[in-house]
Nanobody
């Protein structure tokens, strides 16, 4: 069982930056892959970025070059650094985890956090 707690959301102006954190419980953090997803009002939850247990990375085209996902196995934490934020990045951001395999599909993940709100003003 893994519990995930996101933090770091908030209100920022367009062009600004935020860093989201996802703290995970459990003793086998290094064996898990993690993903960040987001859901805007009235829209479906969508993939943002993922990092595998081995450190492999991938990003949605809409955030490539602006967002960076990383992990600190010593702190049991996954990060999402978001730069050059745009109003269309406004959403609730969710952290997700799955043992070993972590893809870009919602169905790839067994564990989810409660989400953190990111609002980007124009």
């Amino acid at each position: 069982q893994v519990q995930l707690v996101e933090s770091g959301g908030g209100l920022v102006q367009a062009g600004g930056s935020l860093r989201l954190s996802c703290a995970a419980s459990g003793r086998t953090f290094s064996a898990y892959g993690f993903g960040w997803f987001r859901q805007a009002p009235g829209k479906e939850r969508e993939f943002v970025a993922r990092i595998g247990w081995s450190g492999s990375l991938s990003y949605a085209d809409s955030v490539k070059g602006r967002f960076t996902i990383s992990r600190d196995n010593a702190k049991n934490t996954v990060y999402l650094q978001m730069n050059n934020l745009k109003p269309e990045d406004t959403a609730v951001y969710y952290c997700a985890a799955n043992r070993y395999y972590s893809g870009s599909d919602l169905r790839d993940y067994d564990y989810w956090g409660q989400g953190t709100q990111v609002t980007v003003s124009s």
